[in-house]
């Protein structure tokens, strides 16, 4: 782990954050200089349920999964963070405590952030304060959409709606998780899912192209069926 070279040299890091793009040169040098960079391996941890929230957290590259166990031992994920995504930036003004755990879901790059830099920028800075505010507004969205989606009691129209609502998030056709992954978001089986998938695939919604890679072929009809 070592002071972020990606951030100084090329801004790959805050490039890909929306929130970071009309700060200040002497804002932006404070975060490079005190950003840190990590690689993580696939099935590496990155947070536990109960470590304190005293970074933000930046995706640079790969996926961070935020999952919780039941008493039998089951995993449920209740967010999937990707390249750009944010995690930990409702926590700037609270000492606040992770709810989860987070996992990498394939080899991932962070930048983790002072919490104390943050907080100084947004105490000088309005534009990044309103920028701060929307970004905190679309998760929220984000999170009760998910939750509209979970209330869904028939399995085939709540995935054809996870499948809608990961295309939004990722502004793309193509849905990169795997089986398991998309069970334990939508509380269904791995085997419930391929089957869905499967007919899916039969009516012309998507196709398979890999085991970690579905194409939604008909977004507009996949809405229509599921109401999202």
Same mark, same amino acid.
């Given at each position: ?8 040299? $090329?801004?790959?890091?805050? #490039?890909?954050?929306?929130? +970071?793009?009309?700060? =200040? ?6 975060? /490079?200089?005190?950003?840190?960079? $990590?690689? !993580?391996?696939?099935?590496? #941890?990155?947070?536990? /349920? ?8 930046? *995706?640079?590259?790969? $996926?961070?999964?935020?999952? %919780? ?22 926590? *700037? ?9 987070? &996992? ?16 100084? *920028? ?5 534009? +990044? #304060? ?9 998760? !929220?969205?984000? %999170?009760? $959409?998910?939750?509209? *989606? ?10 054809? @709606? +996870? !499948?809608? /609502?990961? @295309? =939004?998030? %990722? ?21 419930? &899912? ?15 192209? @890999? ?9 507009? @009809? ?7």
């Amino acid at each position: 782990m070592q002071t972020c070279k990606y951030c100084q040299e $090329k801004g790959e890091c805050l #490039s890909k954050i929306k929130l +970071f793009n009309k700060l =200040g040169v002497d804002e932006s040098k404070n975060i /490079y200089l005190s950003a840190v960079h $990590k690689d !993580l391996k696939k099935g590496q #941890s990155l947070f536990f /349920y109960g470590d304190l929230v005293d970074k933000i957290i930046i *995706i640079r590259y790969g $996926k961070i999964k935020s999952l %919780t166990y039941d008493d039998e031992g089951r995993e449920s994920i209740s967010k999937i963070y990707v390249e750009g995504d944010i995690i930990g930036e409702n926590s *700037i003004f609270l000492d606040n405590s992770y709810t989860s755990n987070g &996992v990498a879901i394939e080899n991932t790059g962070i930048c983790q952030i002072d919490k104390m830099i943050l907080r100084e *920028i947004l105490i000088k800075d309005h534009d +990044f #304060s309103l920028n701060l505010i929307r970004s905190l507004s679309k998760k !929220l969205y984000e %999170t009760e $959409k998910l939750l509209e *989606i979970l209330s869904i009691k028939d399995s085939y129209t709540r995935l054809g @709606a +996870f !499948l809608v /609502y990961r @295309a =939004g998030l %990722t502004n793309d056709d193509y849905i990169s998780l795997n089986q398991e992954n998309i069970a334990s978001s939508i509380n269904m089986t791995r085997e419930t &899912v391929s089957r869905k998938l499967s007919q899916m695939e039969k009516e012309g919604y998507i196709e398979n192209t @890999a085991y970690k890679k579905i194409k939604i072929k008909n977004l507009v @009809a996949l809405i229509k069926l599921t109401n999202m």
